[in-house]
């Protein structure tokens, strides 16, 4: 069983919708928490991190982190064409380490006009 | 200009080839890493480097070796290629900053191993 479960998609909103996105994990150590987007053809880019439980918003972002359910989520608000790509959860246990990362498969989310 | 470059983008190779994937990035970062990408299993770490003189294995090593030339550059090869190498490449580079640190991806490398 992989430590990170991501839905690999795809997920198709409508513009101006709300995307939900969310990862399951199994290794209760996780502290640090990061999603990532892809777009085709590029390297991953850090969206968003977040640190033990509770809510961080950043613009139309907004991601949450429960982690007495070993779950995380990242909600796009007012969706738009260019927000299509791959999301990609990260996590880690280390603190003052290196940061090794688990990453989910990914998912991948149409927004269309 | 790129802060993580990654050449080549597309390789085409055969099995039993040894190849060489190379990284170079102009960040300024201590720790280099690389990755490989396939279709519904996500990023997984191949090798990673915390200076010059550091190197380790990660998840996913064997079949793969590495060389840090350099701060700014990181190879990877792959001693002799088989089929299932056939994926997406990634560098990436990160510092600590403060409480968290970020990794910063290259743009990717698409090999395909006959």
């Known amino acids: 069983q992989k430590e990170v479960e991501q839905d690999p998609g795809p997920l198709s909103v409508p513009e101006g919708a709300i995307v939900s996105l969310n990862c399951t994990y199994s290794?209760?150590?996780?502290?640090?928490f990061m999603w990532y987007r892809q777009y085709s053809r590029k390297g991953p880019e850090l969206l968003m991190y977040t640190y033990s439980s509770g809510n961080k918003e950043d613009g139309r972002f907004t991601a949450q982190v429960d982690k007495s359910s070993k779950y995380i989520s990242l909600f796009i608000r007012d969706s738009q064409p260019s927000d299509s790509a791959t999301y990609l959860c990260a996590m880690s246990g280390q603190t003052d380490s290196w940061g090794k990362l688990q990453f989910g498969a990914g998912t991948q989310v149409v927004v269309t006009p | 200009d790129a802060d993580v470059t990654q050449t080549p983008r597309n390789r085409i190779t055969k099995t039993g080839k040894r190849i060489m994937l190379e990284c170079s990035q102009t960040k300024g970062h201590d720790r280099m890493y690389w990755y490989r990408q396939d279709p519904g299993l996500g990023l997984r770490l191949i090798y990673y480097s915390f200076d010059v003189k550091d190197i380790n294995k990660g998840e996913i090593s064997d079949g793969y070796s590495v060389s840090r030339q350099a701060q700014a550059k990181f190879s990877l090869s792959l001693e002799s290629a088989i089929p299932n190498q056939t994926a997406l490449y990634f560098c990436a580079t990160s510092t600590r900053d403060r409480a968290q640190e970020t990794q910063y991806f290259g743009p990717g490398t698409r090999l395909l191993v006959l």
């Open positions: 290794n209760s150590a996780f502290q640090y």
